[in-house]
């Protein structure tokens, strides 16, 4: 019969880089609680990063070949420090830490 010639072909491949090899360096650990947005350098150059922090996915855009960038306004986090762990599209995970501390942004009168 017909489904007796099919024969399944599974073929698995890493679309990632060795795991040892991939950095992550954040650039700006203290964040102003008025414009949070962190930005990380990921090396070597990565398809799509996420941020989780405080059961919340953050998606990140892409700056350069290897910083990323992370606008964390919508999580209203308040003054303190946070962990978060960055998610690459190759399934790679890491774990950082940065800091929320006050600030105002100046304003121009004239």
């Given amino acids: 019969t017909l489904e007796e010639t099919l024969v399944p072909i599974i073929t698995i491949s890493s679309s990632c880089i060795i795991s040892k090899s991939i950095s992550i360096n954040v650039l700006n650990y203290e964040l102003p609680n008025y414009k949070p947005c962190l930005k990380i350098e990921i090396t070597p150059e990565s398809g799509m990063a996420t941020l989780k922090v405080l059961n919340e996915?953050?998606?990140?855009?892409?700056?350069d070949n290897t910083v990323w960038e992370f606008n964390l306004k919508d999580l209203n986090l308040s003054v303190g420090e946070y962990t978060g762990t960055i998610e690459l599209s190759c399934g790679y995970k890491s774990s950082i830490t940065f800091k929320i501390i006050k600030g105002y942004e100046e304003e121009e009168y004239f």
């Fill in 57 to 63: 996915y953050v998606l990140g855009k892409k700056i």
